[in-house]
């Protein structure tokens, strides 16, 4: 499937006006290792959905990575925007909230069915980010963005995976990937309808998109070599008689 396509004609039919640089960014998206489209990180995201502890321990990144997004949306949101971007980025900060909270309930059924709870090994704080940001919303807005194309590509990829899981929070987790997917395509969308504006009003704002998915990229490599550390530092899951 070509993601970058059906994410194009998504927008298109929200009568987001595309600016022919950003169509031409996301388009060009096919032919690079951004986030889903490199055979190697859907090999280890199948071998984590295929071992209950891997997938409790992302699930649970996932889990902080929302609500620390939600708490840097929110601050930035109160204290930098006003108008109906402030009203656009509070609202999408509840859903990160919310998000946070439902992978919180599926990571701790997930860790469950697993014998170990050694998963508390990621300390983040929102602080040093808050800190970090110049105020420059416009750039805030690009990595926004981004992160959102990021996540529609990973939980595209996560509801493929999900079919090939026979374990009792089958339906949960894939009724919470679903519920989450519906937001992040809104949030997409109206992510990147503040980003075709600025992209209209001065192009040489590609430069903060070619950035920004840049950087999501190499931070997606990261979260692979973090999944790759899990399965190197543990020992192998227990798997049940009848699967030998
Ligand atoms: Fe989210
Ligand atoms: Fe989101």
Not at 54 to 79: C, N, V, W, Y
Not at 85 to 90: A, F, M, R, S, T
Not at 130 to 157: C, K, M, P, W
């Amino acid at each position: 499937m070509n993601l970058p396509h059906s994410m194009l004609e998504l927008l298109e039919q929200q009568e987001i006006g595309l600016h022919p640089i950003y169509a031409a960014r996301v388009t060009g998206l096919q032919e690079r290792n951004f986030v889903t489209n490199s055979k190697v990180m859907r090999a280890m995201n199948e071998a984590m959905f295929a071992d209950n502890r891997a997938l409790a321990f992302r699930l649970k990144r996932h889990s902080e990575h929302e609500t620390l997004g939600a708490r840097f949306i929110e601050a930035i949101a109160t204290e930098h925007a006003d108008g109906q971007l402030q009203e656009d980025l509070l609202a999408h900060a509840a859903d990160e909230y919310r998000h946070g909270r439902m992978f919180k309930t599926i990571y701790k059924e997930v860790a469950a069915t697993t014998m170990t709870d050694d998963f508390d090994d990621h300390r983040e704080t929102v602080e040093n980010e808050l800190a970090a940001f110049d105020g420059a919303l416009v750039s805030f807005l690009f990595a926004s963005h981004t992160a959102e194309i990021r996540n529609y590509y990973l939980l595209h990829q996560y509801l493929e995976l999900i079919t090939g899981v026979d374990k009792p929070y089958r339906h949960r987790l894939e009724a919470v990937l679903h519920q989450v997917m519906g937001d992040e395509i809104r949030h997409v969308v109206y992510t990147a309808r503040y980003v075709n504006e600025l992209l209209a009003e001065d192009p040489s704002r590609a430069i903060l998109l070619d950035g920004y998915l840049a950087e999501y990229s190499r931070m997606s490599w990261q979260e692979m070599a973090l999944i790759a550390s899990y399965f190197a530092t543990r020992e192998p899951e227990p798997v049940a008689v009848s699967a030998l």
